[in-house]
Every structure is written in C-alpha cells, then in structure tokens.
C-alpha cells in the first residue's frame, strides 16, 4: 500500500466522530474569524448577470424526461443555468442580522465550493474565450482573462465548462480536522445543482473524466500563490462540460485543454484575519491530489414524477430543516419510494459506490425498522456477508429489504450526534460506500469522487422532498463506528459518509424571507 493510500485512511480513522471523542477543532465558536462566505478578485472586471427570477422553468418532474428543447446559450440562459444553481435563493433575517441561503446546499451553510468557468465567444461578455469567477453575492461574473482558442471546434453547439473549487478554510473554521470531508460533500451538492439547473435549460451536462487535479489548477490559476492568501488557497474539485447538444463521440477533453493557460494576475479577497493550523488537512489534500476516473455518459432516469411545481419553485425553496415535528412527519409509503428511486441514476458517470442504510420511523404501509435499499446490486453480495448474520434480508420491494424490524428512532438520534432531526422525521439514513477496495484499487483521487457521490444524492433527496412538500436536512454530525457496529460491519470494507433525515420541518417563525437581488 503506497503511503498517500494508508495517509487517508488514517485521516478518515481520525476524523470520525465517536462517544468518547469527536473529531479534533477549535471546540467553540471564534465569531470574531467567521469567515467572508463570498470570494472577489481585485481588478477583475465585472459583468452583472441579469435576474432571471421571472425566467420560466419546465415542470420539475420533466426534467427528468428527454423531452426539453434545448435553449441557446446566451446571456440570459446563462444566468439563469448560474441563477438556479449556485445563486443565493433567499435572504433570512431575525431582525438584526442577515444572512444569505443558497440553491446548493452546505454544511454549516459555510459554502466553501466556488464556481468558474470558461465561456466561448459569447454576445455581452467578451468576443474572445473567456475565463470567469462566478460572485453569487451580486449574480455576476468577473472576468479573470480572455484570450483566443479555436476549442471550440472540436465540441458540441454552445458549449462551456464550468468548474468547482474548495476554500478549504470556510469548512476548517468551524469543523477543524473534519472539514475536509465536509468540503468534499458540498462539491458533491454543488455538482447536483449545477446538473439540474442545466436540464431546466435542456442543456446535457458531463463531468469530465481523465483529468487532473493539477491541469485543473493550472487553468484556473490556483496553482499561482501569489494570487491567494497562503491559509486560503483553493483546492481543484472537478470540471463539468455543458452543451445544447448531447455529447457523442466527445473528444478526450484532457488533451484539448493541454495549452489552455491563460495568464491570470487577478488576486483574491482575504476571506479571514486569524487562522487555524490543521496539519492534517494539509496531509489529506496532498493524498487526494491526484487524477480523476474516465468517466462515463450519465443518463437521465425515467422516473414517475407526479409533482407539478415549477422547477425553479422547488429549486428555490430548498432549505434545510432545524427542527423535525414527529406529529406531522408521516409520509406514504409511495413518497417514500420515489425519493428513494431518484437517487438510482449516477450522478457523475463514475461508478455508483453508495448504498443507503434507513432508519424507517412513520411511513404508512411500511412497519418500522431497519432496511437497505440498493443502488448497486453489484456489493449486494458483499454486504450481506458483511452485516449481521441475523439480519433478514426480507425483499420489501424492488431494491428495497428489511434488515430488521423494531424501534430505531433512539438509535438514529444517538448516531446522529443527538440530534432529533434523525428520530423526529419520517425516515433517516446513512450513505453507506464502498470504500476500502476502491480507494487501494482505483486510486487516491476516488476518496474525493465518493464524497461527491453523496453530496449529489444529497441535494437530489433535498430537491425531491421540496417537491413532495416535505422537508430535509443533510447530517454531518454522526457517530462513525457506532453506525457500523450497529450493522455488523468490523472492517473498513464499508463505511458511512453522510447521513440525512426526511420529514416535515417546524418553521421558525421569528424569521422573515427576503428575496436576493432586489
């Protein structure tokens, strides 16, 4: 095993949360060092997108069909694609304070994930290839450079990249040792939005596989220090190509964007005064610095959606809930089945590695329990060899089987760091990957490329609660090991990523909603 291999798994070991300790952090709050949760670059010249607000969006379950047209890329579908992806969706104020949500979801709603891309010659913003920074606090871009390519050529009608960095510090601040998973998560919500707010449009999205970290980072400049407070750099994420037309017979992307280095020399805001020293942080993203998988075409899943709400009204009233009432959170078992089915379609051509442990509370026409449901048969085996032997394994529906039956709503609270949100709810689980054989086996860069798996699943249960009129909320907070002893499981062959819980959430009424961009 070479040692950037054995450095993750010693860093996932160490930054699992248990009774007897969490992961290390700070241990309280510095409010004093909260980070800026917006990035600027000095000097760069800005282009405000128009508000798309009043933009009509197909129904949200014909998203889900291959019977939108294709919209033109322009200036207005452009921010639109931007405006439902990344942008903030409302403004929330006690009062006294303000504070901005976003259509992608975020732990802590910290928002370490920025957004860039690379435009070609496009009426409004420049005649040449462009280089932007998307800025969500004022839905513009700034123009980091442009520059002449001929790209273009080899690619699809009104294409364009788009790609996701971390400021790992925005994480770090409150999380500590953690942080770095949590980032990962939010690239993974990030990566969701971006594709759903690209199908509203028609638009066929591919992450781009073969490519390096290290390529990413030199296109986009986050490899020059002298643009980045050295405590604040930006870590590579992925790159995402977006075209009016279905990408067939694509070019390998890798090789076409060997030469594309545009001088950058813009420099970024501070987002901090004071910082903290994490050293392994900096251990785990130098282990994960490496090469993402080939990828493969993703195709749309055909599931039987009944919601008719817009897609940009489910897309903006996503949020995620504080408090679940356990009096209202029932659900049908048919709610249940679709929210479970959304998640099947892989969201990254990569490889599905998750499966979903769920702790059933109130769902009517399914008793309570614990069940799995199976999004890649192909551990299915393995994962019955690896659970309790006494588990079931009773077939309840298609994918879906009883591993026991019983009362979990303490359990899914005490995994869940204590939070109600897990027993208060309709149903909890756990994001359970395949991990161990992956990462020896396929690469370092897969640790990163499994955390964006869940991070999409994520924002998928979070777009198709909203649309059944229920709640969620993505939990960071739980207790590694005691999950995986509850199953059984003694090895790393399968680990826990993330945990959520579905219900219906109690509003806060102290609150108001504002819209952004007045």
Same mark, same amino acid.
């Given at each position: 095993?070479?040692?950037?291999?054995?450095?993750?798994?010693?860093?996932?070991?160490?930054?699992?949360?248990?009774?007897?300790?969490?992961?290390?952090?700070?241990?309280?709050?510095?409010?004093?060092?909260?980070?800026?949760?917006?990035?600027?670059?000095?000097?760069?010249?800005?282009?405000?997108?128009?508000?798309?607000?009043?933009?009509?969006?197909?129904?949200?379950?014909?998203?889900?069909?291959?019977?939108?047209?294709?919209?033109e890329l322009n200036i207005d579908t452009l921010s639109q694609f931007l405006q439902f992806s990344l942008a903030l969706a409302a403004i929330k104020t006690d009062g006294?304070?303000?504070?901005?949500?976003?259509?992608?979801?975020?732990?802590?709603?910290?928002?370490?994930?920025?957004?860039?891309?690379?435009?070609?010659?496009?009426?409004?913003?420049?005649?040449?290839?462009?280089?932007?920074?998307?800025?969500?606090?004022?839905?513009?871009?700034?123009?980091?450079?442009?520059?002449?390519?001929?790209?273009?050529?080899?690619?699809?009608?009104?294409?364009?990249?788009?790609?996701?960095?971390?400021?790992?510090?925005?994480?770090?601040?409150?999380?500590?040792?953690?942080?770095?998973?949590?980032?990962?998560?939010?690239?993974?919500?990030? /990566?969701?939005? /971006?594709?759903?707010?690209?199908?509203?449009?028609?638009?066929?999205?591919?992450?781009?596989?073969?490519?390096?970290?290290?390529?990413?980072?030199?296109?986009?400049?986050?490899?020059?220090?002298?643009?980045?407070?050295?405590?604040?750099?930006?870590?590579?994420?992925?790159?995402?190509?977006?075209?009016?037309?279905?990408?067939? @017979? /694509?070019?390998?992307?890798?090789?076409?964007?060997?030469?594309?280095?545009?001088?950058v020399e813009t420099i970024a805001n501070h987002i901090a005064q004071n910082y903290q020293s994490w050293p392994l942080i900096d251990i785990i993203e130098k282990a994960?610095?490496?090469?993402?998988?080939?990828?493969?075409?993703?195709?749309?899943?055909?599931?039987?959606?009944?919601?008719?709400?817009?897609?940009?009204?489910?897309?903006?009233?996503?949020?995620?809930?504080?408090?679940?009432?356990?009096?209202?959170? @029932?659900?049908?078992?048919?709610?249940?089945?679709?929210?479970?089915?959304?998640?099947?379609?892989?969201?990254?051509?990569?490889?599905?590695?998750?499966?979903?442990?769920?702790?059933?509370?109130?769902?009517?026409?399914?008793?309570?329990?614990?069940?799995?449901?199976?999004?890649?048969?192909?551990?299915?085996?393995?994962?019955?060899?690896?659970?309790?032997?006494?588990?079931?394994?009773?077939?309840?529906?298609?994918?879906?089987?009883?591993?026991?039956?019983?009362?979990?709503?303490?359990?899914?609270?005490?995994?869940?760091?204590?939070?109600?949100?897990?027993?208060?709810?309709?149903?909890?689980?756990?994001?359970?990957?395949?991990?161990?054989?992956?990462?020896?086996?396929?690469?370092?860069?897969?640790?990163?490329?499994?955390?964006?798996?869940?991070?999409?699943?994520?924002?998928? /249960?979070?777009?198709?609660?909203?649309?059944?009129?229920?709640?969620?909320?993505?939990?960071?907070?739980?207790?590694?090991?005691?999950?995986?002893?509850?199953?059984?499981?003694?090895?790393d062959t399968f680990q826990s990523l993330y945990h959520f819980t579905i219900g219906r959430g109690i509003k806060d009424e102290r609150l108001m909603s504002k819209k952004?961009?007045?």
């Amino acid at each position: 095993m070479n040692q950037k291999v054995e450095d993750i798994f010693e860093y996932h070991e160490q930054t699992k949360h248990s009774y007897s300790r969490y992961a290390r952090s700070l241990g309280y709050m510095d409010w004093a060092n909260q980070p800026d949760p917006y990035r600027f670059y000095q000097g760069a010249p800005t282009r405000k997108l128009p508000i798309m607000i009043e933009a009509k969006t197909p129904a949200y379950h014909d998203l889900f069909t291959d019977t939108l047209l294709a919209r033109e890329l322009n200036i207005d579908t452009l921010s639109q694609f931007l405006q439902f992806s990344l942008a903030l969706a409302a403004i929330k104020t006690d009062g006294f304070n303000e504070w901005a949500l976003r259509c992608n979801a975020s732990s802590g709603n910290l928002h370490p994930s920025e957004g860039y891309l690379i435009l070609p010659p496009c009426h409004d913003i420049s005649t040449q290839t462009t280089l932007t920074h998307y800025a969500p606090k004022n839905h513009s871009l700034e123009i980091l450079g442009t520059f002449e390519s001929d790209i273009w050529n080899h690619l699809p009608k009104d294409s364009f990249f788009i790609a996701i960095s971390s400021i790992l510090y925005r994480e770090i601040w409150k999380y500590g040792e953690r942080a770095f998973r949590y980032c990962l998560l939010d690239a993974g919500h990030a /990566l969701r939005a /971006l594709q759903i707010s690209a199908q509203t449009l028609g638009w066929h999205h591919q992450l781009i596989g073969a490519i390096s970290d290290t390529q990413i980072s030199k296109i986009f400049g986050f490899d020059q220090p002298q643009r980045f407070n050295e405590n604040e750099k930006e870590a590579p994420e992925m790159l995402l190509l977006i075209s009016s037309q279905k990408p067939e @017979n /694509l070019p390998e992307i890798a090789p076409l964007l060997q030469n594309l280095f545009p001088n950058v020399e813009t420099i970024a805001n501070h987002i901090a005064q004071n910082y903290q020293s994490w050293p392994l942080i900096d251990i785990i993203e130098k282990a994960t610095h490496a090469s993402i998988q080939k990828t493969k075409t993703q195709k749309i899943s055909n599931l039987l959606r009944e919601c008719k709400k817009e897609a940009k009204e489910v897309i903006l009233e996503r949020r995620s809930a504080q408090v679940m009432d356990q009096h209202k959170s @029932n659900i049908t078992y048919k709610e249940f089945m679709i929210m479970l089915e959304s998640t099947r379609e892989c969201f990254s051509g990569l490889d599905n590695a998750i499966n979903l442990i769920i702790f059933a509370h109130r769902i009517t026409g399914l008793k309570e329990g614990l069940y799995i449901y199976i999004r890649e048969a192909t551990f299915k085996e393995k994962l019955q060899q690896s659970m309790h032997p006494s588990f079931s394994w009773e077939k309840r529906d298609e994918n879906l089987y009883l591993l026991k039956r019983g009362d979990f709503k303490t359990s899914a609270r005490n995994i869940s760091c204590a939070q109600a949100i897990a027993s208060d709810s309709a149903f909890s689980l756990g994001m359970l990957c395949h991990f161990h054989d992956e990462i020896s086996q396929k690469g370092t860069h897969r640790y990163k490329e499994l955390y964006w798996e869940c991070g999409a699943i994520g924002q998928q /249960l979070y777009l198709e609660a909203t649309s059944l009129g229920l709640s969620a909320t993505g939990i960071g907070c739980f207790l590694d090991d005691i999950f995986h002893t509850l199953l059984g499981l003694k090895s790393d062959t399968f680990q826990s990523l993330y945990h959520f819980t579905i219900g219906r959430g109690i509003k806060d009424e102290r609150l108001m909603s504002k819209k952004p961009y007045n």
